[in-house]
């Protein structure tokens, strides 16, 4: 994070609009996520030529171009696991009331039970 609030800086500081991207980003992001990334960025227009697979970790940042990609890419991710934290968490409330709702079911069955008549045989 500390890392794109540089780039920020640099960015609103910076008179020229230079786009550039740092290698030093290598060291913070996967293969995987570099591949990601560029498929994040040109989702409609990938070219078929290029297969990002056997290209070096340089080319591929070389095709993301901007280290805004990458940021707009992080913070999707960001978002989309605050979203599934948010989901799991009311999942997990939704389960826990239908428990209390069963638990204070079965406790009102009981309470009912316990009021009806014991019909034992007496033996005499």
């Known amino acids: ?8 800086k640099r960015r609103v500081k910076a008179e020229e609009s230079s786009v550039t991207i740092s290698e030093s ?5 996967s293969r995987k996520e570099l591949i990601e990334i560029i498929q994040y960025k040109d989702s409609d227009n990938m070219p078929k030529s290029q297969d990002l697979m056997e290209m070096e970790n340089e080319e591929l940042l070389k095709l993301i171009e901007d280290e805004l990609f990458v ?8 978002c989309k696991e605050l979203s599934d934290e948010s989901a799991k968490k009311e999942k997990k409330q939704e389960s826990k ?9 079965i406790a009102s069955s009981g309470k ?13």
């Open 112 to 124: 009912h039970a316990s009021v009806l008549p014991n019909k034992k045989k007496s033996l005499k």
């Open 25 to 29: 980003l290598l060291k913070y992001l």
């Open 71 to 78: 940021l707009a890419y992080m913070s999707s991710l960001w």
């Open 1 to 8: 994070m500390k890392y794109f609030s540089l780039v920020l």
């Open 97 to 105: 009331e239908d428990a209390q709702k069963s638990s204070s079911a």
